[in-house]
């Protein structure tokens, strides 16, 4: 982005007292260094796009919060989609660091509730913007905006490879964790939109979906694609074998093959 000249007055970021009124303290000026007052205007932006949809979120009102005039939250980011733009790329970095990292000593049970319950945390401190970030709120259907959320669905389907700790992963195994983190979002708009279902009961449904993922349905699905649903070869008996070495989700036998 073209980077600005400040407006006259703008530059230290002061807003103009109304004659004969008194400023609150969300409007008291201080002199910060230029990334500082980027960042907290940024918060400011975080913040509101958090609690409010899109579309009821003005850059007046984000001035008006960060103690600025509107002139210097456009030469810092540009327009409210640039700026919401940057908000969501903040959020899906913060969650995308919220994965644990591997840990010997976990089950796989208890690995893979351990980060519902950390995806369910963020989802629930972010709904208002996550949302309209998946539905691209007031943009149509913006080509910047989904490929962030894109390479966030990418990175997240890395890092729980990583966290639950499978060998060789296959592009089939990462299309079937594609598809469960379209399951996770539709199930916490459910909770957190829809209100027809509550936190347990998403974090069972995620929990036990996600298990039956990877030690049931991604080995099933490569045995079926690679040999037309003849049974298992080595290489998928190993990705089953290592699903299952911490423990078995609940209702598959030790000995089940991966057939259904």
């Known amino acids: 982005m073209e980077r600005r000249a400040a ?7 002061a807003a103009t007292p109304r004659p004969g009124g008194t400023r609150g303290p969300k409007a008291r000026y201080q002199r910060l260094p230029r990334d500082e007052r980027r960042d907290q205007i940024l918060d400011v932006a975080r913040r509101m796009f958090t609690e409010l949809p899109y579309a009821e979120v003005a850059t007046a009102a984000i001035a008006r919060e960060a103690g600025v005039q509107r002139g210097l939250i456009h030469y810092y980011f540009g327009t409210k989609r640039e700026l919401f733009l940057k908000v969501v790329q903040g959020l899906t970095a913060t969650a995308a660091v919220q994965a ?11 690995t893979v509730e351990l980060c519902v319950n950390l995806f369910l945390d963020t989802a629930e401190r972010n709904a208002t913007t996550w949302f309209a970030a998946l539905d691209a709120e007031g943009f149509g259907q913006d080509p910047e905006l989904l490929d962030i959320v894109n390479r966030f669905r990418d990175r997240t389907v890395e890092h729980m490879l990583a966290v639950l700790r499978l060998p060789a992963p296959t592009e089939t195994l990462r299309a079937v964790l594609r598809i469960y ?43 079926r694609g690679a040999s037309g649903g003849e049974p298992l070869e080595a290489g998928d008996r190993l990705l089953h074998a290592a699903a299952h070495r911490n423990g078995e989700p609940d209702g598959l036998p030790a000995d089940a093959g991966a057939e259904p």
């Open 7 to 13: 407006p006259r007055g703008e530059a230290a970021g």
């Open 100 to 110: 644990p990292p591997p840990d010997e000593r976990m089950t796989l049970p208890e």
């Open 181 to 223: 983190s379209g399951l996770a979002d539709a199930a916490t708009r459910q909770w957190l939109q829809e209100r027809t279902l509550d936190r347990a009961q998403v974090q069972t449904l995620l929990t036990r979906s996600l298990l039956s993922m990877v030690t049931d349905i991604a080995p099933a699905l490569e045995a």
